[in-house]
């Protein structure tokens, strides 16, 4: 079981996180125009990498914020975890 | 009874208490402090099974989990156990144990003619011998092979047990009471740290009980001793006997299982009988020591074969001797200890040692103590069938591959030493690749993968100094780490005697024309000849080997058999064991029970339960519950001998013509605040809010971005700033985090918060003709008239004194409200209505007559929103925005979502006007046609109409639209049901929506 850093709540066990998906997908803007292409990237096109990826959960069971989450998809190292607002590199 | 075996004084064991047990039918008895094994040896019993592919004869092998033979169907407290381990299993009073993998008796087994038709039963056996023809499969292979080779029977009875899970943190966890695990825990435990010592026998101190040893002047064991007390008065240090920690998971986290109760003869009512521990270590030492691992020669898996280790151990820890006329058989100094030890306790062992002459302090002792030592000599065949009863034994040539001299020497046993190996399979759970350490001919750990440190003999050091050094080292400087204090700790003075070299020797060769069994597993009845066959056969990977003579599968993992394998493979191949290999190690190390799995999540406490405020009420009056999730919802409220049919028949038609009432408690609720909160609806559901007025509610649908309906619910304007959502039930929990995302990753922007109060809000609909006129009762200061308080209007006002909100809402397609109250005042309020309501022919009703009254209406639910349509799939295409954008609205364009043909909903109803429609039935054009036929749609959800008395059903069918008047068949393969039918609206009843406006 991993062992999360939530930047709000701390290291809490993962069973209390719900898994969100990849954190680089970035939705159209509302209220624009997108091309079919980009909007089917966006709703169905996602990279399986091996390796890091920074990938979004949601603190279900404790503060309810989404936050970020820098894994190795191979090993489930955690690199680093942050605020949805703030960036990992 | 006299116990032949047992020795006078020497042993941990209690002779003041006797404890009687029946093995195989047997009265027998033991001491306290004794396992089952000690206690059959001390009676001399040794053949204890019969083995799982020829049925020979086995004994006990080891003392602890490295068993591989003694695996007992074990009766105690009231409960059956298979497959337990009779050398880690304590005895206690009252304790049956029977034999497993024989039948008849162990002593009498027909199976055993597999042994003599050995042909039949070579590697690969299963794949090869009962692969045709393929119907013998059932009827004849598949019940021989169960019948006569089961490893025990689980029991059918309900566990009446308690089991428990416990979730613990701590600075360092040592799995492991020896040498090494001692200084680690009592080094870290003196720099503050948090620390958890587990250890998986009954008694602390490892090979300290076993070893000749003294350490600052005191024996192994009174070392121990001391040091156990010592941790134990600490309160920063948790100490745990009988508590095997069997994997190692991810980012440190370890899982132990505790025998809490098994061997305790009475017990309180609520103590556990075995606990699961989670742990989450920061650090962790693996002090898991090293198995000792056979030689292979013929017939090695006779009753009466020891590991030289275990036989020790019999005597210093049980006072329990495995045989009167002992032959030591090794290739290292380590068997002398147990040759000395025989000595001590007035039994003459004779010594094989496959080296040459060989001096060592160990060797020197045993030489001045005149025991027979035979060097360059080793054991080629045991004899006797049930129990050793001599053996064939050999001069080495200097090519150790033929014999000088061959004799037959009599003796009742043979303990066995083919040096040691780590107990790796910790580190290698926690992602350790292993390396392999030619010193000792066996893996060790390599670089850590994660926070774990293996220290001495699981490390390789074999010494009890190097063990104590590396011991406390380690424990001091990883705790330092974390507690950032250091404790000076002096290294304490240690006597041990120094071992020798050991012979890099693992198999006994066979002399001409002798071709014995020579077992390498022992619990799979793995023989050399199985492996021959494999690589002969083309069998390279040693994953491979594993799989096909199932070499290390069985419950033992191979624990004994593991490195001899690797050892042959790489003999024949002429490969060193590095290159072919290990095979993998993974969690549990030992078999643990079903029940720990389990914990306290079993009935009751498989789940939570959620009961709204009126939850009593539904009790009192005879409701009948539906699960809804975690929800107890009432189902139907049964009036003297109704079936379901026929109540929720009664309680939907007494909506449609009078009023009823339900409990609504179970929808989602999510209070929506913040100045844009308008623009945040605006872009969650496909129709319009910008407009909604304070005091009015909408009904709006909402869509996953792919453009499949997600939910759909009402919201109503609570007041400029502020909305209160609804939900359906199933989705309540969804529809949060789903908005939360929106909030917080996509539009953070937007001033909106959301938080759910589906437990704050005790909710009730009163739905029927006649509401209205019940709710002016309930009401009777406030004007509730069509024109005050419209269709999808929404009120605030005191009922009966609590404060409660009125919405003008129907799922039902009556005319209907909902109210809310406090959840404290839903009892209050719904006791309220059932007594006001009376004059009106008010009744409660269930989800079944709930389904029906929507279902009729064509009002679509969770079996239409199945995660599979679009809104125009369910006629809700009237509620999606051209203008605006939404969450999913790019979607709705697809290709697939446009054609004509696009699956829609429809009514279906019987043509016999009488026959109900199976829910998930599919329709066909033809219901005799070939397989398979091609599937126009599904049955979504079906009643029986109360307004029009015959069955009805919601479909979602292709080219729905077009089928209207058509025929089809409806057919149930589960039900065995094929109906025909009618496709009409699905809108069945009041097309127009006329009531809830009225
Ligand atoms: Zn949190």
């Not at chain 2, 337990?84 to 049956?96: D, F, I, Q």
């Not at chain 2, 380590?334 to 302090?361: C, G, M, Q, W």
């Not at chain 2, 004994?560 to 190690?585: A, D, M, R, W, Y």
Request: aromatic share 10%; hydrophobic share 35%.
């Amino acid at each position: 079981m991993l062992y999360i850093k939530c930047p709000y709540c701390g290291l809490r066990a993962q069973k209390e996180f719900s898994y969100g998906g990849d954190a680089t997908v970035k939705r159209p803007n509302i209220n624009e125009e997108v091309s079919r292409e980009d909007w089917d990237n966006f709703v169905y096109m996602r990279k399986s990498p091996r390796g890091k990826h920074i990938e979004l959960w949601q603190h279900i069971a404790g503060c309810r914020q989404w936050i970020k989450v820098q894994r190795d998809t191979a090993t489930h190292e955690i690199f680093q975890t942050a605020k949805v607002t703030e960036e990992i590199r | 009874m006299s116990q032949p075996f047992r020795l006078n004084k020497e042993g941990l064991i209690n002779r003041n208490k006797k404890i009687s047990f029946t093995f195989n039918g047997k009265k027998l008895f033991g001491y306290e402090g004794d396992t089952i094994a000690s206690a059959l040896i001390a009676n001399g019993i040794h053949l204890v099974g019969r083995s799982f592919k020829y049925h020979r004869p086995r004994g006990f092998f080891g003392a602890g989990v490295e068993e591989p033979n003694a695996k007992f169907q074990v009766e105690f407290n009231g409960h059956s156990e298979p497959n337990v381990n009779a050398t880690e299993m304590e005895l206690v009073e009252g304790l049956s144990a029977t034999s497993q993998n024989c039948w008849p008796s162990v002593n009498f087994d027909v199976g055993a003619i597999n042994n003599f038709l050995k042909m039949f039963f070579p590697a690969g056996f299963y794949y090869k011998t009962f692969m045709w023809p393929k119907s013998f499969w059932y009827k004849i292979y598949e019940p021989f092979i169960r019948k006569a080779a089961g490893l025990g029977v689980a029991s059918i009875e309900k566990d009446k047990e308690r089991y428990e899970h416990k979730f613990e943190y701590c600075d360092l966890l040592v799995t492991g009471s020896g040498p090494s695990g001692l200084a680690s825990a009592y080094a870290a435990a003196k720099n503050g740290a948090k620390v958890i010592l587990a250890e998986d026998k009954p008694r602390f101190g490892g090979t300290l009980l076993t070893d000749d040893v003294s350490i600052d002047n005191l024996s192994g064991k009174d070392w121990a001793e001391k040091i156990i007390t010592e941790l134990k008065s600490m309160p920063n240090v948790t100490v745990k006997n009988r508590s095997q920690v069997f994997g190692y998971y991810d980012h440190n986290m370890l899982v132990m299982f505790e025998r809490v109760s098994d061997h305790l003869e009475k017990k309180s009512k609520f103590t556990p009988r075995q606990r699961l521990w989670y742990i989450r270590a920061k650090e962790t030492i693996l002090s898991t020591g090293s198995i000792e691992r056979p030689i292979v020669f013929g017939n090695n898996d006779t009753p009466g074969i020891f590991l030289s280790a275990a036989a020790k151990e019999y005597m210093k820890v049980y006072g329990v001797l495995v045989g009167k006329k002992p032959l030591i058989f090794t290739n290292n100094d380590s068997a002398y200890e147990t040759a000395l030890e025989f000595k001590k306790n007035n039994v003459e062992p004779i010594i094989l040692d496959t080296r040459e002459e060989h001096s060592s302090e160990l060797v020197d002792e045993a030489k001045s103590k005149g025991i027979d030592i035979r060097f360059s000599h080793g054991v080629i065949v045991a004899n006797g069938y049930k129990k050793v009863k001599s053996a064939k034994i050999g001069k080495l040539n200097k090519d150790k591959n033929s014999f000088e001299k061959i004799e037959t020497i009599d003796c009742d046993c043979i303990c066995v030493s083919g040096f040691w190996t780590p107990s790796v399979h910790l580190a290698s759970q926690s992602g350790n690749k292993l390396k392999y350490e030619e010193k000792i001919d066996a893996f060790i750990p390599d670089k850590k993968k994660q926070h774990e440190t293996s220290v001495g003999a699981a490390n390789g050091s074999f010494t009890l100094e190097e063990s104590l050094k590396h011991g406390f080292e380690n424990g001091s400087n990883l705790s330092a780490k974390i507690t950032e204090t250091k404790t000076e700790i002096s290294i304490p003075n240690v006597n041990e005697k120094k071992y020798g070299a050991h012979d890099k020797f693992w198999c006994m060769p066979l002399p001409k024309n002798e071709n014995p069994k020579r077992f390498v597993d022992f619990q799979n009845d793995v023989s050399v000849s199985d492996i021959e066959i494999a690589l002969r056969e083309g069998y390279r990977s040693i994953e491979h080997v594993k799989r096909y003579t199932t070499l290390g599968m069985a419950t033992d993992q191979g624990r004994t058999s593991n490195l001899n394998g690797l050892q042959l493979v790489s003999n024949i191949e002429n490969k060193i064991v590095p290159e072919v290999g290990h095979t993998t190690f993974r969690p549990p190390f030992t078999p643990i029970t079903i029940g720990t799995i389990v914990g306290r999540e079993v009935g009751m406490e498989y789940m939570p339960t959620r009961k709204t405020p009126m939850h009593e009420w539904h009790e009192k009056n005879n409701a009948v519950f539906v699960d809804a999730g975690a929800w107890k919802r009432p189902r139907y409220y049964k009036q003297g001998s109704e079936n379901l049919f026929e109540a929720s028949k009664r309680e939907a038609k007494n909506v449609r013509e009078n009023v009823g009432i339900c409990d609504v408690t179970t929808l989602g609720k999510i209070d929506i605040k913040g100045p844009d909160a308008a623009e945040f609806l605006n872009r969650v559901y496909t129709n319009a809010w910008m407009k909604l007025p304070v005091g009015k509610a909408r009904y709006g649908l909402m869509l996953r971005e792919d453009g499949i309906v997600m939910d759909d619910g009402t919201t109503t304007r609570i007041s400029e700033n502020h909305y209160h959502m609804t939900t359906t039930t199933a989705q309540a929990a969804n529809v949060l985090s789903h908005l939360e995302y929106y909030l917080q990753i996509v539009w953070p922007e937007l001033n909106v918060n959301v938080v759910s109060t589906t437990e704050q809000w005790a909710g009730a609909a009163i739905a029927g003709p006649k509401s209205r006129d019940m709710l002016s009762k309930l009401y009777p200061d406030l004007d509730v008239s069509n024109d005050a308080l419209p269709f999808m209007g929404y009120k605030e006002a005191e009922f009966f004194g609590v404060p409660s909100r009125i919405f003008r809402i129907s799922f039902s397609g009556e005319l209907a409200y909902e109210i809310n109250v406090k959840s404290d005042h839903g009892m209050f309020m719904w006791e309220k209505m059932m007594e006001v309501g009376k004059e009106f022919g008010n009744q409660p009703y269930g989800t079944e007559a709930l389904s029906t009254l929507r279902i009729e209406m064509g009002h679509v639910a969770g079996p239409e929103l199945d995660g599979r349509t679009i809104p125009s799939d369910v006629s809700l295409n009237g509620l999606v925005s051209k203008k605006k954008d939404f969450i999913g609205k790019n979607s709705l364009g697809r290709e697939a979502f446009n054609v004509e043909s696009r699956q829609k909903i429809v009514g279906l109803i019987p043509i016999d006007r009488k026959s109900s429609i199976p829910e998930g039935s599919h329709i066909v054009q033809d219901q005799n046609a070939k397989l398979p036929n091609p599937k126009l749609g599904h049955v979504s959800s079906s009643c029986w109409s109360v307004e029009n008395n015959n069955p009805f059903s919601l479909a979602i069918m292709k080219d729905g639209k077009n089928m209207i008047g058509k025929k089809f068949f409806a057919v149930s393969p589960l039900k065995n049901k094929s109906i025909e039918v009618e496709v009409i609206s699905s809108h069945y009843v009041d097309p127009e929506g006329k009531r809830v406006r009225s």
